[in-house]
């Protein structure tokens, strides 16, 4: 008979056995935690979704995906014997805290890869066949288990020689291609065998939360202490915030203001293939823990560290980037608010003012309320308007969320009293979020920009403003789709009412509510469309929160009461739309994205890459030519760039701001090698008082 309690009845009733009869019951503390998590996401979960059989079969597929991302360890006869002897039963283990299950399928994971390993030892003693016309899948996320272990030899030859074929093609060699693969599976092996029933413990637990949605999560007491790797794994020291896909630590995000977001060569997507430090060799990471490779990354402020890179938009693993960067402790000061003024020609030649504020993250200083989004936007806000600028556009494009309290404060800046988002719990209840106006700050034409990487509040603030007929949204296709809400749970506040409390028990990320727009439909999944699309390469599905498993649906609830702004002809949108698609087709660089773009989306749906020698250097040689034609075509394009002052909290006050682009400055940086233009001391200032020298540096 299946275990169905209430939360408070189950821990009340459990905890007077526990004192009644304490040899009879008593449990592990990794035991008390797995009843714990599996209680808290029945009752406390958004879905409410009770364990069951069903639960049961998605725990242990996602947990088999968790140990074998890319289904190459374990064969579909492994996968189905599984599946016959736990696939109905683990809903029962996990409120009993029985983790021998997970236990015994780590142990045949561990067995697959000692055996894995051991083959491939004996495929590298043999010359590897570079002119075959074979090829294997770039990713195997979605492709089935091999069927059996006859499959699985044939998959692991082409993935070997593929491997093989990448280190050999590759401008920037570690060591010889074979020795390289041999430490790499190497130290796979003792990766495997190093995790302890704890970390085993974590992985499985890991599993059951994710299998409710993918942004509810297990933390383990070092997960909690190390806030720098919980919760998405941060890389402290260059702000890249990573996770394990394939092997690789691929980045997920970049945190604003740090060492990597400010230099510009990393992106989201690219994969890191080697660590080193200033003087030393490059080292291969490669199916290496993300922890280990986190502690390689990190150090000492002022250090450097050197990474080896596949970028996210190469048609080869075999492409690399090498970027060095310097280690930089990530203040909040780098993730302020900041602004700039964009002097630029009309089509009649004279010139306009555009404000533009960047907007990293929603923050706020909860303790001391010194620190706010709303009030620093405000206070920028407040020189735009004394400039006169003739429009605005708030980038969004890098913002994960924040503060849902200054996300609704910063929208009444724009609009007029009213709701700015709904949110429902698990209890199905829905409650609209407004506050007292803090004053329309900014009545102009406003655009929002925003990608694939705006996400949670940011979608908040774009959709409210769409909703309301604010302002244009401008960006990739949809924001990320992210339209849920977490709070963290101490497990040990549970296992205490189960009779042994420990502060090594961490805790649980759990998903309690649901964000909808005040014109009824949910940000989660669809995310926020833009009234006009640009080309991007971010703008692909496979970066948004459709891509994840296990997402919660989109649905919708009534529309909240709410009027919207009396703004002409719905902002003029077709007539924008226009004009827009227009430019985009006469603009060379845009062209070049489309091109991109294209390669790209064949990439990802063709999913097949050549193990032939000469099938792939031709492949590079063309990469390359197009990269060089693009090149010459940019510097003999004459286009008049616009003047670009820069606006911070620090500068906001100042009679003069500092000039960061100018005329001819983007085309002296391209014939140098570089597109990127470093703030610097410029030749003259936007002046309102004496001219003096500029002390933003």
Known sequence: MKLRFRLSAAIAAISLVSVATPTLFAKSDLENICISVGRLLEEGHYTHHQLNDEMSRRILRTYLEILDFSHLFFTQEDVDAIY???????????????????????????????????????????????????TIDLSRQKTPWPKNEAEADDLWRGRITSELLQEHLSEHPIEPGPQ?????????????????????????????????????????????????????????????????????????????????????RLKVGDRITAVGQASGDLIDVRDMRLDKVVEMIRGKKGT?????????????????????????????????????????????????????????????????????????????????????????????????????????????????????????????????????????????????????????????????????????????????????????????????????????????KLTIQKFYRVAGGSTQLHGVTSD??????TDLPEFGEGALKNCLPYDEVPKAKYTKCNEPVSLYLEELKRRSAARVQEDPEFHYVMEDMDRLRHRLDDNRISLNEDV?????????????????????????????????????DKPNLQLIMYPGKLASAKKNGSAKVAPEAAPDALEHGPKTASTNR
């Not at 399928?105 to 561990?110: E, K, P």
Request: no cysteine.
């Open 84 to 134: 016959e002897k736990y696939g109905t039963s683990l809903d029962d283990d996990i409120l009993l805290g029985n983790l021998k299950p997970a236990y015994e399928i780590y142990d045949v994971y561990q067995k697959r890869v000692d055996d894995r390993v051991a083959k491939i030892k004996e495929l590298l003693k043999q010359p590897p066949d570079f002119k075959t016309d074979g």
């Open 304 to 508: 450097k560290v050197k990474l080896l890179v596949i970028p996210a938009d190469s048609a080869d693993p075999s492409q690399r980037k090498n970027v060095e960067l310097v280690r930089d402790e990530i203040k909040l000061k780098d993730q302020e608010a900041r602004a700039d003024i964009i002097i630029k020609k009309d089509e009649d030649g004279k010139p306009v003012k555009l404000g533009w504020i960047t907007l990293p993250s929603f923050y706020a200083d909860m303790d001391h309320h010194a620190k706010s989004t709303t009030k620093d936007v405000a206070t920028l806000l407040r020189r735009l308007k004394k400039e006169n600028i003739a429009g605005l556009v708030v980038d969004l494009r890098r913002n994960g969320g924040g503060s849902l309290e200054e996300v609704i404060s910063l929208t009444h800046l724009f609009i007029k009293p009213g709701p700015v988002v709904q949110t429902k719990g698990s209890n199905g209840y829905t409650t609209v979020s407004s506050e007292p106006n803090p004053g329309l700050a900014y009545s102009g034409p406003l655009v929002v920009l925003t990608s694939r990487q705006s996400a949670s509040a940011s979608e908040i603030f774009a959709a409210a403003l769409q909703d309301y007929g604010r302002a244009v949204i401008l960006g990739d296709q949809s924001t990320f789709g992210k339209g849920t809400v977490q709070t963290i749970l101490e497990i040990g506040r549970f296992t205490s009412l189960l009779g042994n409390r420990s502060q090594e028990d961490g805790a649980l």
């Open 616 to 652: 792939r250097k031709k492949e590079l040689a063309d990469d390359k030519l197009r990269k060089d034609l693009r090149a010459k075509e940019r510097l003999a394009r004459n286009t008049e760039e616009p003047r670009i002052y820069r606006v911070t909290l620090d500068t906001v």
């Open 180 to 264: 390289l693969v041999s430490r790499r599976y190497d130290r796979l092996a003792r990766n495997v065998h190093e995790e302890d029933r704890d970390e085993q413990a974590k992985y499985f637990l890991d599993a059951v939360a994710q299998s409710y949605d993918p942004h509810s999560e297990y933390l383990s007491k070092a997960d909690l202490k190390n806030f720098s790797i919980n919760m998405g794994l941060s890389l402290v020291g260059i702000g890249a915030m990573l996770r394990t896909e394939d092997g690789y630590a691929k980045i997920e995000s970049l945190v604003p203001g740090g060492p990597a977001q400010v230099d510009g």
């Open 532 to 537: 006009i699309v640009l080309p991007s390469l």
